[in-house]
């Protein structure tokens, strides 16, 4: 090759000048590398750099990703457009390039070998002034091609190329091969960067969530309207990214959110059933990353959220249940004290009033007593058959009257029940419906109080519907339980009164109406049968009772448990 050959000092004088201008574009691209900018930005804007430092036509940097090659070229023909293009290089699984046709496919073949060694991978490719078979259809001429290394690693490939033959000097070449150890170091620092950078976002995220999860006094919607508001500070464009999480159909969002563009969910999965779901949003777009608009690790990340926020609300319900196991227990509890009270007044009103219907009896019997005298005793007879019947219901509600077990069938007593309340059906304008099982076994029970049952039950349903409804009575066997269901379209009850309805004397009826013992005593007869009762009920909407009763119901028991 030849070379003029300019006078010494002048020579050595723009040398060190030369030396200086690398000195900063070394300074530059480190600080550049520094921010822990994407890939794709950071390829670009290098290229960009180096492009203009050097005044060659076009420039291709190869940057090695988490084991993959992604190659940027940025060109600037003359007449013609600035170009850049960036893509992922397809690779087979040995990790060789397959060379694509539409492609440089002499150059690329020459870059391949470099990455993968068989050509010798230390060293710099220079060519001076290329034929059309090697740098392809173009009109590149010149060519520099360096390794890009780090302990003793390729890590990517700087590409030089210009128009004009000839283009590299000697001692530039030496000066772009100290430059480029250093960018090769740049570029595993970026790497580390990027890396750590995404890694404190995601522990931060996480940390915000686990911290979320933690505080007892937040409501399930709190916690999962907390988590979608942390999310989005996790992804490479907090300001544009939005989050939002179904669940069970409750949607939880921050503010903007929209569905559309580029866009990642996660679902949220539960006892192998899908719930829900979490999802993150760009609202602009965003240069494409390595397999799309979000990064590898924000994908694992929303994967790794879905599952935490899975685990969080099985923690909440577990919480739940105990609280509601508990209030239940509670509730049991205060409901056999006030049984026991009750037992034992009722108990110590018995003779008494015993005795007041007796000699109230006798008195009765004489004969000439004033028709006034007459009249007040049938008053007093009266009063204590009614505060009989009231201690009757304590002793049953607190499951101390003697009873007798034997097999009775359901069915038969809810449709007596029913004929009973027919003509008063009618009259209300309320609707009947039945439908009672045709298998249904028979109860271990006593007739008399399941009969109560029905009857209170209905009373209370057809009292709820003063301006008419629907009455529907079920009757069912499914795994091993007898249920009887009475459902009604009336006034339904609130929190407040649904806690009290089965203790004694709780009634909102006016006085005359209701005593306030008929649940008791449902519940009374149905605990020492074995069986359980559930209500479910809503304001205006109506009320629905559910009873179950045990297949094989506890041992024979002639006489109650008092
Ligand atoms: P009473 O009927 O004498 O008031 P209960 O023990 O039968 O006593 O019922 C207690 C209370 O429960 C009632 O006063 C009423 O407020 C409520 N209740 C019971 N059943 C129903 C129903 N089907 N619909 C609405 N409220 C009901
Ligand atoms: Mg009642």
């Known amino acids: 090759?030849?070379?003029?050959?300019?006078?010494?000092?002048?020579?050595?004088?723009?040398?060190?000048?030369?030396?200086?201008?690398?000195?900063?574009?070394?300074?530059?691209?480190?600080?550049?590398?520094?921010?822990?900018?994407?890939?794709?930005?950071?390829?670009?804007?290098?290229?960009?750099?180096?492009?203009?430092?050097?005044?060659?036509?076009?420039?291709?940097?190869?940057?090695?990703?988490?084991?993959?090659?992604?190659?940027?070229?940025?060109?600037?023909?003359p007449g013609k457009k600035i170009f850049f293009k960036i893509k992922p290089r397809l690779q087979n699984e040995k990790g060789e390039v397959f060379p694509r046709l539409d492609e440089e496919t002499g150059l690329l073949s020459l870059s391949n070998q470099m990455i993968h060694g068989s050509m010798d991978s230390l060293q710099t490719h220079h060519i001076k002034n290329g034929s059309k078979g090697l740098l392809g259809t173009n009109e590149y001429k010149s060519l520099l091609m360096i390794p890009l290394r780090v302990a003793r690693q390729n890590n990517g490939l700087l590409l030089l190329k210009s128009v004009r033959p000839n283009f590299f000097k000697k001692d530039v070449i030496r000066?772009?091969?100290?430059?480029?150890?250093?960018?090769?170091?740049?570029?595993?620092?970026?790497?580390?960067?990027?890396?750590?950078?995404?890694?404190?976002?995601?522990?931060?995220?996480?940390?915000?969530?686990?911290?979320?999860?933690?505080?007892?006094?937040?409501?399930?919607?709190?916690?999962?309207?907390?988590?979608?508001?942390?999310?989005?500070?996790?992804?490479?464009?907090?300001?544009?990214?939005?989050?939002?999480?179904?669940?069970?159909?409750?949607?939880?969002?921050?503010?903007?959110?929209?569905?559309?563009?580029?866009?990642?969910?996660?679902?949220?999965?539960?006892?192998?059933?899908?719930?829900?779901?979490?999802?993150?949003?760009?609202?602009?777009?965003?240069?494409?990353?390595?397999?799309?608009?979000?990064?590898?690790?924000?994908?694992?990340?929303?994967?790794?959220?879905?599952?935490?926020?899975?685990?969080?609300?099985?923690?909440?319900?577990?919480?739940?249940?105990?609280?509601?196991?508990?209030?239940?227990?509670?509730?049991?509890?205060?409901?056999?004290?006030?049984?026991?009270?009750?037992?034992g007044v009722a108990h110590e009103l018995n003779e008494p009033l015993g005795s007041i219907l007796g000699f109230s009896q006798l008195v009765k019997k004489w004969t000439g007593l004033p028709q006034q005298v007459n009249q007040d005793i049938e008053k007093i007879l009266n009063a204590s058959l009614y505060a009989r019947e009231i201690v009757k219901k304590l002793l049953i509600f607190a499951r101390q009257m003697p009873y007798r077990k034997i097999k009775v069938n359901l069915n038969q007593l809810v449709e007596e029940g029913l004929h009973f309340f027919e003509s008063r059906c009618a009259k209300e304008g309320i609707e009947l419906v039945c439908s009672l099982s045709a298998d249904l076994p028979e109860i271990d029970a006593d007739p008399s109080q399941l009969n109560q049952i029905v009857i209170n039950l209905m009373v209370n349903a057809l009292q709820a519907m003063p301006r008419g409804g629907r009455l529907k009575v079920q009757t069912f066997f499914r795994n091993n339980q007898i249920s009887l269901i009475i459902e009604d379209t009336g006034i339904g009850m609130g929190e407040e009164v649904l806690k009290k309805i089965f203790t004694p004397f709780f009634t909102t009826?006016?006085?005359?109406?209701?005593?306030?013992?008929?649940?008791?005593?449902?519940?009374g007869i149905i605990t020492s049968h074995g069986g359980s009762i559930h209500v479910e009920s809503k304001v205006g909407q109506g009320t629905r009772f559910e009873i179950q009763f045990p297949m094989t119901g506890p041992s024979v028991n002639e006489s109650g448990s008092g």
Not at 235 to 258: H, N
Not at 510 to 520: A, D, I
């Open 509 to 523: 009826k006016e006085v005359g109406k209701g005593t306030g013992l008929g649940l008791p005593v449902v519940h």
């Open 175 to 343: 000066l772009y091969e100290d430059f480029s150890r250093t960018l090769g170091i740049a570029l595993a620092h970026r790497r580390v960067q990027v890396d750590l950078r995404e890694r404190i976002k995601e522990l931060t995220c996480l940390y915000g969530i686990a911290r979320l999860a933690t505080q007892s006094n937040l409501s399930m919607g709190e916690i999962l309207q907390g988590i979608v508001e942390v999310l989005p500070q996790a992804w490479l464009y907090t300001e544009i990214a939005r989050a939002r999480i179904i669940f069970d159909g409750a949607s939880f969002s921050t503010p903007g959110f929209q569905e559309g563009g580029y866009w990642q969910k996660a679902d949220i999965v539960m006892g192998g059933n899908c719930r829900g779901s979490v999802e993150v949003v760009y609202l602009e777009d965003k240069p494409e990353l390595d397999e799309g608009p979000f990064l590898q690790e924000e994908r694992a990340l929303l994967d790794t959220v879905a599952k935490e926020i899975a685990n969080i609300i099985i923690g909440k319900q577990a919480e739940q249940d105990k609280l509601t196991l508990e209030e239940q227990l509670r509730h049991a509890d205060r409901l056999a004290t006030i049984g026991q009270l009750a037992a």
């Open 1 to 77: 090759m030849e070379q003029k050959r300019p006078k010494q000092n002048n020579r050595s004088a723009s040398r060190s000048k030369r030396v200086d201008d690398f000195q900063a574009l070394t300074y530059q691209i480190l600080q550049y590398s520094n921010q822990g900018i994407p890939r794709t930005l950071y390829q670009k804007e290098i290229s960009r750099m180096i492009m203009n430092f050097s005044g060659v036509e076009g420039v291709e940097l190869w940057l090695k990703d988490h084991g993959k090659y992604f190659r940027a070229e940025l060109k600037r023909l």
